[in-house]
């Protein structure tokens, strides 16, 4: 986990101005994409990754912001011809554990004084207090939040995120019209329950859930009995494995009232057996984020004995920081992770899952995300296909492998040639990814608006490396050189 203060920032009167003149023209940055896809139905020919079967020259038809049908035998509209996509296609991942803000500094590692390598950190207080997380982190991102450079650090979190699957994620930009339009910020704007309107969702996420005001915490009790929330995702019990203070905080949780179904345990690393059985009887999931884990506390949460208690688990980064750039790379430590096990607590079908079905179970949206389904909306990820085994191909991707992301049925990301196709009258930006930026291109929407000014990608990061100048700090790459593979 990261350290996820959302300082309060002074709003400059020219940027309240600016948000006043252009709400009606952010209003709907999904809509805005999904109009001009609207017009017209498309099709993807590949290997399909549906919740039932593997289909291996399948075909997915998007008709406008959903999927239109799917299968071996699909009905396309007169005129449209599948695209050949020579990939494997599952549904986008969800990302329900970041800090999207966060993600633009490079990885973090306390100076050799502050810590020992072999123990680590005991709780998530301790290593928020060492002078170096104040500077290389804490410090630069409270400044650049009060600067104005939100939209920036969100953005680029987002575009992030999506290099590395995610169509859907979580913990990022308090709500601003400039997260509207790009990924699925659950929290603040999923473009899901009412386009265009910010902060309508139905997701409360909590880094230090025993913070909140008493009245905050009523609140989340009567919204998830109301039905007017869907989920509560709480940090607890993050630290070492045994550390007491971690798992005193399962005590709070169940005596603020939140052991109850929504409800999802972020990290748990110090929880037992005994806690996840109770957890799983009172239909409490678990996000559990690895990489970071052991980067910081030399252990990660007990998902065997919370698999074997039947806990739903999704799989998350947490931060690049600490964690991985993003869900592919989580996938490919967990799945490292569990080869080391012996017995092997998961199969790799189940990773798949806790990267689409079981996060959007755990967030309310099984209706909408997490499965190639008929009628749900088309976030898709396209994965160049290697093998016959699509399972296998997830798990060792690596961000080059990214032939295409869909979000609300338009294409945002992928390969060069593939985004042309579908998109061969819009904008399409290089990114940089892996040392190449030959291949890969973005598209942010006929506006391209950020923050209510025109920025193309690269004014957006060229902005954000000046900015991090005066702390000597490089902007962040999307992916780290080692996620990148050969």
Sequence with gaps: MQFPIKPFHPMHVTRILRAILLAALLACGHCARSQAQEANSYALRGTLVTPQTVVPNGILL???????????????????????????????????????????????????????????????????????????????????????WGCEMNRFGEVKAIAGGATSTIGGLEPEPCIQGLARNLDFYSGIYQRGVLNTEKIAYHTFPFQMAVKDADGVRSGLSSGTLNALIIHVAEGAAGNGSAAREYTMLVAHGFLRPGVSVVHGVALSAPQFQEMAAHGVGLVWSPRSNFELYGSTADVSSAKKSGVVIALAPDWSPSGSSGMLEELKYASAWNARQHPKVFEDADFLKMATIYPAQLAGLSDYLGSLTRGHLADLLLLKRKGSDPYAAILNATPLDVRLVVIDGTPVYGDKDLMEKILPQQRLEPVRICDRDDQKVLYLGPDALLGGLSKTWKEATDRLSHALQQWNIKLADLAEPAECGN
């Design 62 to 148: 998007i008709t406008g912001q959903k999927i239109g049908g799917i299968g071996a035998d699909v009905d396309v509209p007169a005129g449209t011809n599948p695209i050949e996509t020579e990939s494997f296609i599952f549904p986008g991942l969800i990302d329900l554990h970041n800090h999207l803000t966060w993600n633009l500094f490079p990885r973090w590692t306390p100076a050799p004084a502050e810590w020992n390598p072999k123990q680590k950190f005991g709780t998530r207080y301790d290593w928020q207090q060492v002078p170096s997380m104040d500077a290389a982190l804490e410090t630069p991102h409270r400044i650049l939040y009060e600067e104005g």
